[in-house]
């Protein structure tokens, strides 16, 4: 476990001097040795791809840097079967932990990057334990009830994301493998969504399926909807409302917002 000490200051919380703890543990460290403990991680999956859900995790890791936990990185440099060995051990060994999935046609309804927020404020509500601070992945997240902090790169800098993005790509995985079997032919299981050449092929082939996401811009065009540029406007200003904050994708994947839109009240959790 790292060191740290706090330095005295005239605002809360405190500045702290941090030094390399082992593995991905330095941040957390410092931030429990100052007293702002326990520290929850949240991540993402599935932002990018054409199809399938978001799926978004909160962790919250003991203070312990458990052995069986040294193996803990960012979810993408690890292969599938390294991910599902720590599943099962993030899962029984942290604090707390809470995944939320939000399918495609609420991806559709309010945008990407307000569903992503969305399901980061809620993945943190339900944790059933409350952090005392949160480390979010690459961008600040309003509206979480604890002081909380965005970490560039998180999943490869903090452990606490670094293992809420395991549990949101497991997840989300599992959830594509099923929907392969329920759409045959798109790949689902292999590409996981994602534009591969293969999907993209096969989209073209058979056209968009209920788990294509009608705000993405080749999906429009294959499904005939409107052009994206004919809504960016009206998406905007949903996205604005709702996350305080313009979205960098918004002029290539978004479409129309329907006003009483939320992100579903019926997202599940892994099992």
Not at 37 to 48: H, I, N, S, Y
Not at 133 to 160: E, K
Not at 169 to 197: Q, S
Not at 263 to 268: F, R
Request: aromatic share 6%; proline share 7%.
């Amino acid at each position: 476990m790292g060191q740290s000490r706090v330095v005295q200051s005239n605002g809360w919380p405190p500045r702290v001097v941090m030094r390399k703890a082992s593995g991905l543990r330095t941040l957390e460290a410092a931030l429990i040795r100052s007293g702002l403990g326990p520290v929850a991680g949240v991540d993402e999956a599935g932002r990018g791809p054409c199809a399938g859900p978001l799926v978004v995790a909160a962790c919250l890791l003991a203070p312990k840097a458990y052995d069986k936990l040294s193996g803990l990185d960012d979810s993408k440099k690890l292969t599938e079967a390294v991910r599902e060995e720590l599943y099962p051990v993030i899962i029984r060994l942290s604090l707390a932990w809470n995944v939320v999935v939000i399918p495609s046609w609420e991806i559709d309804s309010i945008g990407i990057h307000v569903a992503n927020i969305e399901g980061m404020r809620r993945a943190v509500a339900g944790l059933g334990h409350t952090p005392g601070y949160v480390l979010t992945d690459g961008f600040r997240v309003p509206g979480i009830p604890a002081p909380s902090l965005p970490v560039i790169g998180g999943d490869a800098a903090a452990a606490c994301i670094a293992a809420a993005s395991i549990l949101a790509k497991v997840t989300r995985d599992r959830m594509m493998v099923e929907l392969d079997e329920r759409f045959p032919g798109y790949g689902f299981a292999t590409h996981k969504g994602y534009n591969t050449p293969d999907h993209l092929a096969a989209l073209r082939r058979l056209g968009p399926s209920d788990e294509h996401r009608r705000s993405w811009r080749n999906v429009r065009e294959l499904a005939g909807l409107r052009p994206v540029a004919a809504v960016a406007d009206e998406a905007g200003v949903a996205d604005a409302v709702l996350a305080d904050e313009a979205d960098p994708m918004l002029f290539d994947e978004f479409h129309d917002v329907r006003p009483d839109s939320r992100v579903a009240t019926g997202a599940t959790h892994a099992r």
